[in-house]
């Protein structure tokens, strides 16, 4: 079945940087975009960044683009995101979801899989 | 900015009741896109629905999607004690991808 792995959230300074990771099984990694997808505590769902089946194209909400950068490994059925510059209210879990569609172009779509998070906390 | 509305904010309901969540889009939503999640402390985020009113594989059909335009609605038709958990809809439609604040179900 359809596994997500995330790892590499932790304590962070602000200012600080960290890398995520998340490992694919189940399912043929190479075919299908992946995002990320944040959840600050007591708040709702907020879409983080899309990288495509093949890394060709990547898009980023707002508050992340020029500070965050998502990259995958196909070889090693791996997605990160390089998170620098990192603020406060970047705190919160952090969850990896495989997009529905194969081969899909724009990150304009729905999540069939997610994984459990890795929370991240940036503090003082 | 699209904004998904979500009410109520907590719904207090006994087993065998009837749920209904509503799920409300500052603007049309294209082609009815829009999904559901069932979050659990604990437990990845699963879909429910998409598509406004197609169920996921392996979601049981006491779960059903409807509405069209700006306003949705998540109904469960028998509240069982698993289904205490938040639940967020989501439109795919239009950018930016964006998703409601989510429904607390307490049985």
């Known amino acids: 079945q359809v596994q997500l792995v995330e790892s590499g959230g932790g304590v962070v300074q602000p200012g600080g940087s960290l890398r995520l990771s998340c490992v694919a099984s189940?399912?043929?990694?190479?075919?299908?975009?992946m995002h990320w997808i944040r959840q600050a505590p007591g708040t709702g769902l907020e879409w983080v960044t899309f990288?495509?089946?093949?890394?060709?194209?990547?898009y980023y909400v707002d508050s992340a683009k020029g500070r965050f950068t998502i990259s995958r490994d196909n070889s090693e059925n791996t997605v990160f995101l390089q998170m620098d510059r990192l603020r406060i209210e970047d705190t919160g879990v952090y969850y990896c979801a495989k997009d529905v569609g194969r081969y899909t172009w724009d990150y304009l779509s729905w999540f069939d899989y997610w994984g459990h998070g890795t929370l991240v906390t940036v503090s003082s | 900015e699209f904004v998904l509305t979500q009410s109520p904010d907590t719904l207090s309901l006994s087993p065998g009741e009837r749920a209904t969540l509503s799920c409300r889009a500052s603007q049309s939503v294209s082609y009815s896109y829009l999904a559901w999640y069932q979050l659990k402390p604990g437990q990845r985020p699963r879909l429910l629905i998409f598509s406004a009113s197609s169920r996921a594989a392996g979601i049981p059909d006491r779960f059903s999607g409807s509405g069209s335009g700006t306003d949705f609605a998540l109904t469960i038709s028998r509240l069982e004690p698993e289904d205490v958990a938040v639940y967020y809809c989501q439109q795919y439609g239009t950018s930016p991808l964006a998703f409601g604040g989510g429904t607390k179900i307490q049985i």
């Open positions: 990288i495509r089946y093949d890394g060709s194209k990547k």
């Open positions: 189940g399912f043929t990694f190479s075919d299908y975009g």
